[in-house]
């Protein structure tokens, strides 16, 4: 695992970098998750063995600090990837992110401009308004989600049997899980919705089969985003279905200029 000190953040992020051939593909997790532990299964499929990809944990989250002063809203994340391919003189870089970061790997594709190549994301969070795990989340002031909120989740999520993810939210500051689901909430101008439909690169929307019907992706085929469907998989995609999320990936990355 390797360390990059994020500017003016006050911290580190920790990154697996697997090498290979090929532009690097750069991998994003959910909220409460990390890379470290979401997607080794994936990287390792003979679907994407042999290209190079960088597994990082998001500041917050996994092995990366914690750096209280950080605001960890999706920009602020899609600023900290960017300062690491910056820092490894990428001159292109493919970009995966799974739900909160599909979200985050949109943000920093518009700010990566000509050196994205493709984007690929998981059943991300488009439009102001969050999903029902991050509203839950920002409906709980920082201090009191800090001070017991996010251990009652952690052991809800134990007794229902998700004693991995669990672990992983377990694992991530209280304070950045609050205000990345905050900033979740409050989306962006433009939104990320419109940031995906104008980038003029090869994207890919990725659905787990579980989570059909799915209405967020209504208008973005339309857009010339590709729609690929992974079989056996809800929204926990990267665990359902390591196997189909690594094809899905591959024909992604396959795909030919919009």
């Known amino acids: 695992m390797k360390s990059f000190a994020v500017p003016a953040a006050g911290g580190s992020l920790r990154y697996h970098d697997l090498a290979g051939d090929g532009a690097a593909l750069v991998m994003i997790h959910g909220l409460g998750c990390a890379s470290s532990c979401d997607y080794p299964t994936v990287a390792a499929d003979p679907a994407l063995r042999g290209r190079r990809m960088l597994l990082v944990d998001l500041l917050g989250s996994g092995f990366s600090d914690r750096p ?8 602020d994340h899609a600023r900290s990837i960017v ?34 190549g493709r984007l690929i994301v998981g059943e991300p969070n ?71 439909t104008s980038l003029r690169v090869p994207r890919t929307l990725i659905i787990g089969e579980l989570s059909l019907p799915y209405g967020d992706a209504a208008g973005l085929p339309e857009a ?5 469907i992974v079989p056996r998989a809800g929204h926990s995609i990267p665990w359902d279905n390591p196997t189909g999320l690594a094809a899905a990936i591959a024909a992604g990355l396959a795909s030919a200029a919009p």
Not at 68 to 75: M, R, S, V
Not at 85 to 101: C, K, Q
Not at 224 to 228: K, L
């Open 126 to 196: 488009l439009d102001p308004g969050g999903g029902q795990f991050s509203r839950g989340i920002a409906a709980i002031p920082e201090a009191e989600y800090c001070a017991g909120g996010q251990d009652a989740i952690v052991r809800a999520a134990a007794a229902e049997g998700n004693d991995i993810w669990a672990a992983s939210l377990a694992r991530s500051a209280a304070y950045a899980v609050q205000r990345t689901a905050r900033s979740l909430v409050d989306g962006s101008d433009p939104t990320w919705r419109s940031i995906l």
């Open 68 to 75: 209280e002063a950080f605001g960890y809203t999706i920009d």
């Open 83 to 116: 300062a690491l391919i910056d820092a490894l003189e990428l001159p292109r870089a493919d970009v995966f992110g799974h739900s909160m970061g599909g979200t985050v790997a949109i943000a920093a594709a518009a700010m990566l401009g000509p050196r994205l």
């Open 224 to 228: 010339g985003v590709e729609i690929a």
